[in-house]
């Protein structure tokens, strides 16, 4: 595919993906409307034009409408992006790496050891579905009948921002830079957990209903690939 045609797709991208980030907040919703396109921008841009992509629409969607929080998305969504684009082309190796680190990472940290599990129930059973996911993944563009992977490969891109967010929160620190207590990581880490799983039957119904239909579409185009890079 043309240098051209790859950088446009980028462009576009990242711009649906800094404008559904400027909407959500907005509208005071509270979740960052973004991580519906995670999945699709990681199967269609690949690994690193995804990465590109969410990268920069995250950047600028907060330099218009600034977030407190800003460095947990800006990390975050390319992150998950960057797992969908790997198991999109069948490469489990690289997303069960980043999963070991910061897992390994979260429960060698005192917090991770006291925080309750079934807080992260969807992160183990994300690391369990990373193999199959992948090969089934594989050549996903030339196979119809693969496409339902989308659904699974969905739910993994979103519990990845997840993981990304927790490691941020935790192992790297960034709850300490923020002045919080061990009483306020616990509280706000409790009932995030709750709207975390809410999140993820929300992103996989989004993409049965939104994602399989939208790669079914650009199949039809001719000479067009995914995962483009």
């Known amino acids: 595919m043309r240098r051209s045609v790859k950088v446009a797709?980028?462009?576009v991208f990242a711009a649906v993906h800094a404008v559904l980030y400027i909407a959500s907040y907005s509208l005071g919703l509270w979740r960052n409307w973004a991580i519906y396109l995670e999945p699709i921008e990681g199967i269609v841009l690949g690994p690193w034009a995804g990465l590109?992509?969410?990268l920069?629409?995250?950047?600028?969607?907060r330099t218009i409408m600034p977030d407190p929080l800003w460095m947990f998305g800006i990390v975050a969504e390319p992150v998950g992006v960057l797992a969908v684009g790997f198991l999109?082309?069948?490469?489990?190796?690289p997303v069960m790496l980043l999963y070991a680190i910061m897992l390994s990472a979260y429960f060698a940290h005192p917090f991770g050891r006291w925080l309750p599990y079934w807080a992260i129930l969807d992160i183990l059973l994300a690391l369990c579905l990373i193999y199959p996911v992948a090969r089934l993944s594989k050549n996903l563009h030339q196979k119809v009948g693969r496409l339902p992977v989308t659904v699974p490969l969905s739910f993994i891109?979103?519990?990845s921002d997840a993981l990304t967010r927790i490691f941020l929160l935790?192992?790297?620190g960034l709850y300490s830079?923020?002045?919080w207590?061990?009483?306020v990581v616990y509280n706000a880490f409790v009932p995030l957990a709750i709207l975390s799983y809410i999140e993820d039957a929300q992103v996989v119904i989004v993409s049965f209903v939104v994602g399989v239909p939208l790669l079914l579409a650009l199949r039809r185009i001719p000479g067009f690939q995914y995962p483009m890079t």
């Open 88 to 93: 999109a082309k069948g490469r489990w190796k």
């Open 52 to 54: 590109s992509a969410a």
């Open 157 to 159: 891109g979103t519990v």
């Open 181 to 183: 207590t061990s009483d």
């Open 177 to 179: 830079l923020m002045n």
């Open 56 to 61: 920069i629409g995250s950047i600028v969607g």
């Open 9 to 11: 797709l980028i462009s």
């Open 170 to 172: 935790i192992p790297v």
